[in-house]
């Protein structure tokens, strides 16, 4: 396998073999990200991808998972999508799920059935990154689509029988609009209903947009107790069945993790916990840029 650059995967594709189908994002504009900023868009070339895939069938012998990147690997054509899950199901029989991230613009662009096809090649999982619910977060953040567009993506994965794993971000609507952010978030959340739903908690690097309004004060962090507590009113306000809750990046403040709803009073009551333990020299201060 080759690999151009820094190569991304969710937490859960740790024992995957990653294939980079595409290098970058193809949108590369949301202001608190800096992963692909080094990296100009592009679809690697079909004969580069296969090549890959042949020697990496001679260096391993089972390969029970495999996860396409980068950024927005479904923003592939469908034509080369399904060859490239045909090429996967041919060398790789055994393989039992291929995974993938898509934007929701990716999503929208395909049609259900493309989906459903894509779902008999293999494809089990797609990742889908909503941030936030609230417009006025997208919007300003440059996320390129609105909650709406969230909400018919995750639906339409969701009708494809396709399981759907999506990302919230803590803190991302600042001092000015966390309120909204979680309220918003969660009825995007309430909407779709995903398998999984995943928290993060801002963290910005230097090469995020992001990161220069922090600098000039246009944009303001969360203190970890207002991160809590938005983390807290987020999750009061969902409302979905058989949700598997994992709030326990390296970014978070705390780590939390549950079914929900079975798991929700229970993780309430440790975010009320901690809020009222929490030392006032953490409290009131938020994390360094
Ligand atoms: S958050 Fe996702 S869509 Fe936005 S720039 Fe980063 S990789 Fe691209």
């Known amino acids: 396998m080759r690999y151009e650059g820094s190569v991304y995967r969710p937490p859960s594709e740790a024992d995957s073999l990653i294939l980079q189908a595409t290098i970058g994002c193809a949108h590369n504009k949301c202001t608190f990200c800096s992963m692909y900023k080094d990296k100009s ?11 890959d895939l042949r020697v990496a069938r001679k260096q391993y012998p089972h390969v029970e998972k495999f996860f396409i990147a980068d950024g ?9 999508l399904t060859r490239l899950f045909d090429e996967i199901k041919r060398l790789f029989p055994e393989c039992k799920r291929v995974g993938i991230y898509a934007s929701p613009s990716d999503i929208l662009r395909k049609s259900k059935e493309d989906l459903m096809k894509f779902k008999s090649q293999g494809l ?3 990742y889908m990154g909503i941030e936030s619910g609230s417009d ?3 919007k300003a953040v440059e996320k390129g689509v609105s909650r709406a567009d969230i909400i018919e993506a995750g639906i339409k ?3 494809a029988d396709i399981v759907l794993s999506v990302m919230i971000i803590s803190g991302l609507g600042g001092k000015d609009k966390w309120r909204e952010h979680a309220v ?16 993060l908690t801002l963290l910005l ?4 947009p992001l990161y220069r309004q922090v600098s000039s004060g246009k944009f303001q962090l969360l203190t970890p107790e207002m991160a809590l507590e938005e983390t807290h009113l987020f999750i009061e306000s969902l409302h979905v069945e058989d949700c598997v809750f994992r709030g326990n990046h390296a970014s978070n403040y705390i780590s939390l ?10 993780l309430l009551a440790r975010l009320k916990r901690e809020i009222e333990c929490m030392d006032d020299q953490l409290k009131y201060k938020p994390r360094a840029l």
Not at 184 to 199: D, Q
Not at 205 to 208: H, K, L, N, T, V
Not at 257 to 266: A, F, I, M
């Open 205 to 208: 690097e230097p090469d995020a």
């Open 124 to 126: 089990g999982i797609l």
């Open 184 to 199: 918003a978030s969660a009825e995007v959340i309430n909407a779709i209903k995903p398998k999984y739903l995943g928290l």
């Open 157 to 159: 994965v969701k009708e």
């Open 72 to 80: 927005n690997a479904l923003v592939m054509s469908t034509e080369r």
């Open 257 to 266: 993790r549950g079914v929900l709803p079975d798991d929700k009073e229970r």
């Open 136 to 138: 006025e977060v997208l």
């Open 41 to 51: 868009f592009r679809v690697r070339s079909e004969s580069d991808i296969f090549e």
